[in-house]
């Protein structure tokens, strides 16, 4: 290739572009991004960026210097509206284009607006980006009102934030437990209970029918069943859409994503894609799937870099991820759905454990809390497939080391 583009400034869209020129490549580049700010990390943004404690310039993966030494093009505050494949072309929003011999999409997703009248009112806000914290934390003030929708992990994490920064927080999840989507009840109990302890008012079951205001700004958050909840602010986290309309339009596969090999490759030899916006490969779980992590979004930038440059397809890690609230560390090596059996080893009450989830004898995921050896253990033993008695991941005088060597 001698001109790539490559359409998303976030976490895979940087990696890609960094990956290119470690594996040799000497051609143009450009990174075209609609965001105002060169590539940053989205993780602080719900934890100790939106505390206030950690520096904006902490968040940027290379400073403006390094893409200029690097001789990577940045487009910024720009979108591209559209992949022209007949004629090797991307046009610009602004007007323009760009020709092309390679593509990556690393366009990520967006928050799901929440589905309920009210939702355009003053003080309702989202969390994806810098900007939406540059709105969100002026209104951080001790005493005010915060409504949180979804108990997901971003929800969660600015309750903790917001808790913390002395704010009143309610949490409302329609479905009967927190993080019912993404882990196992034994889990999702530790946090509910984690975050009552906090003084954090955790509604399960409890649906969001409409938002009311006054003026034009937010008053009530109102129930399904009627009940209104005061609030000052509403944050939303209800989870998120991929941007595949770019992918779509230019006529490539997608389905709740784009659809990816294992190379990151689309269905069009010189359009790659990577990170929330893909469907991959899962390549311990024989099946395909979307993943929402900087781990995924890392992995494929490297392997769409790797496929360009013709060099051999990096080693494969299983998915991982994190969570930080109040003082514990959530760490998850793994995809848990489909478990058969779950193990818990360590001390719940103690807020030192895990739970490692199986399948027909396997373990194919851990959820370790403030347990980093159970996590990275765990790493090892779901890559290489390895069943190992339930006894034995339950019994804290055996180590972790020793289990997994
Ligand atoms: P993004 O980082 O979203 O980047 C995509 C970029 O493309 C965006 O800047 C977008 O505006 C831009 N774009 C879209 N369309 C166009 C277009 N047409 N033209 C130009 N630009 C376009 N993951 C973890 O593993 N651990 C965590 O603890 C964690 N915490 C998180 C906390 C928050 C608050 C958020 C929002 C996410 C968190 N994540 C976490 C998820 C992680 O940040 C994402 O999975 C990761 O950023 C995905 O990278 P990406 O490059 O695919 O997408």
């Known amino acids: 290739a001698k001109n790539i583009v490559v359409i998303g400034g976030g976490q895979a869209g940087a990696q890609a572009v960094q990956s ?6 000497e051609g143009a580049i450009t990174l075209v ?25 902490r968040l940027y993966f290379k400073p403006a210097a390094w893409y200029e030494d690097n001789k990577v093009e940045t487009l910024l505050s720009q979108r591209v509206e559209k992949i022209d494949r007949a004629n090797r072309q ?48 002026p209104k951080m003030i001790p005493g005010k009102k915060l409504v949180i929708v979804g108990a997901g992990y971003i929800g969660l994490e600015a309750a903790a934030v917001a ?15 927190a993080l019912a989507r993404v882990t196992s009840p034994v889990i999702s109990s530790f946090y509910e209970a984690l975050h009552m302890e906090h003084g954090v008012d955790v509604r399960c079951g ?51 994503g784009i659809i ?11 359009i790659f894609a990577a990170g929330d916006c893909t469907v991959r490969p899962l390549a311990h779980y024989a099946r395909t799937g979307r993943l929402e992590s900087v781990h995924n979004a890392i992995e494929q930038g490297k392997l769409a870099a790797a496929a360009i440059m013709g060099k051999p397809r990096p080693a494969l890690d299983c998915p991982w991820f994190w969570s930080d609230q109040y003082d514990i560390k959530l760490q998850i090596a793994g995809l848990s759905q489909g478990y058969d059996e779950i193990v818990v080893r360590g001390d719940v009450e103690a807020k030192k454990f ?44 055996i180590s972790m080391k020793e289990i997994a060597a």
């Open 20 to 25: 290119l020129r470690q594996f040799g490549y």
């Open 33 to 57: 991004g609609d965001e105002a700010a060169l590539p940053y990390q989205r993780p602080p943004l719900s934890k100790a960026y939106m505390k206030g404690e950690l520096a904006e310039d």
């Open 90 to 137: 991307v046009l610009l929003q602004h007007g323009g284009h760009l020709d092309y011999d390679a593509v990556i999409i690393a366009t990520g997703s967006r928050p799901r607006p929440l589905p309920v009248e009210g939702a355009d009112l003053e003080n309702v806000f989202e969390l994806r980006g810098l900007s939406d914290v540059e709105h969100i934390q």
């Open 163 to 177: 808790r913390q920064l002395g704010l009143e927080v309610t949490v409302l999840e329609m479905e009967q437990r």
């Open 206 to 256: 409890a649906r969001l029918g409409s938002l009311k205001g006054k003026d034009g700004k937010l008053t009530h958050a109102v129930l399904a069943s009627g009940e209104e909840i005061k609030a000052d602010m509403v944050l939303a986290g209800i989870g998120i859409i991929p941007n595949v309309e770019l992918a779509e339009e230019a006529g490539l596969p997608c389905k709740n």
């Open 260 to 270: 990816v090999d294992e190379d990151a490759r689309t269905s069009d030899p010189r």
């Open 354 to 397: 895990a739970a490692f989830y199986k399948k027909n004898g396997r373990l194919i995921a851990v959820d370790a809390i403030n347990s980093p050896p159970e996590f990275i253990a765990s790493k090892r033993l779901i890559m290489s497939g390895a069943t190992v008695a339930s006894e034995t991941l339950a019994d804290t005088s």
